[in-house]
């Protein structure tokens, strides 16, 4: 325990030394180093449990800011939002940084719209990490291949574009899909990313035209299982987190889930035989997280709720029966779908009570962060399930090497 306490103290006081001087001119933050201690390739080694021991130990140290602010993945768009939708940063400005020590996150993703060269989205994201503050980020892309690929959109990062799901699905063994995953990953991490987006473990409905199909490897689920614990697998040899989405599977739906709550017609036995089951084989290909979309299943809630504010989405099914362990996290909160039902303080809270673990992009993190704190107060969302969120969190980072660890 000593270990530990000691290297606790030593990464903090590393991790303060090396954050980014300020350019008063420019108001851009000089690039630095990252913090390397906190920065290891993916712990194989440490045990789940160990992993959570230490991440308590961890978390018994943060302030309660601190703890709530790891509840958050945002764009940095989110974080500083004065320059309007239309802004897009591409570089860590001294606005960004002070709105991040105001909310430190506890994780940023970067969009196409963040990058223009190799040598710019190294510079953000060396940035972004020496103003992380205490605890480390996930820095995150969404690379899925096919027309929304972040390489084909910052002009050919990796020299091609990615193949979208369908036809990798049609073309490639799992074993190729593993070795693609993994240049993937080895391309990220390159740019100094830690997490992807990826896989959709959705089904498509082969019956019918979905709004989704392109997002999803096949119809046939056993052949999008293949495809997603290959995807898992080979991302995780490249030592880039995996987030399976968008759970509980939205392949079969007609229509676009960020618009209006779709409610989702398929029975819990068409659920258990195939929309589970890619997210099934992911999970036990140790997938770390698990993103909740926001379509509605009366046939298991009998009210019609987003499942990223369901419990028995979450819990029962998730967490239950799927024995799912790792970090949970919701679709973006920002979409009309959201914000045209719950203003940014109900939608965080109906998704932390349902047992999320982390909010995408809430409309209005000012807010969000604000109604957490006062919920915690005033025990509308105990300070149990706060800590249990953010030492999964924790854990997580642990385990990918994100935060350091020190065996005893």
Known sequence: MKKIIKCLICVIVVQAVLVSCM???????????????????????????????????????????????????????????????????????????????????????????????????????????????????????????????????????????????????????????????????????????????????????????????EGCFSSDGGVAADMVAASVEGMKNSGIGTMLKHFPGIGSVPDNTDIGIINMENSLTHMREVDFVPFQAGIDAGADMVLVSHVAVTRLTENIVPSSMSDVIIQDILRQELAFEGVIITDAMNLPVITSHYNSAEAVLKALAAGADMILMPENLEMAFQAVKQAVRDQTISMERLDEAVTRILQNKIMQGILLKERA
């Open 23 to 213: 350019n008063s001119e420019s108001g851009e933050i000089q690039e630095s180093a990252p913090p390397e201690a906190a920065e290891v390739a993916v712990n194989q080694n440490i045990s789940s449990e160990e992993a959570w021991n230490t991440a308590e130990n961890y978390m018994m140290q943060m302030t309660i800011d601190e703890r709530i602010g790891q509840l958050f993945f945002v764009k940095p768009e989110t974080l500083e939002p004065s320059k309007g939708s239309d802004h897009h940063f591409k570089k860590v400005t001294k606005k960004l940084n002070q709105s991040m020590m105001k909310y430190p996150v506890g994780g940023i993703l970067l969009t196409f719209q963040n990058m223009k060269s190799e040598e710019q989205i190294k510079k953000l994201v060396s940035g972004l990490k020496g103003v992380s503050g205490k605890i480390p980020l996930y820095i995150a892309a969404e690379e899925a291949g096919g027309a929304n690929s972040i390489f084909a959109g910052s002009g050919g990062l990796a020299g091609s574009t990615l193949p979208g799901y369908p036809e990798l699905g049609r073309t490639k063994t799992p074993e190729e899909m593993a070795g693609i995953a993994e240049t993937v990953g080895n391309k990220l991490d390159e740019l100094g990313f830690n997490m992807n987006f990826a896989p959709s473990a959705d089904v498509a409905d082969e019956a019918q035209e979905s709004f989704y199909a």
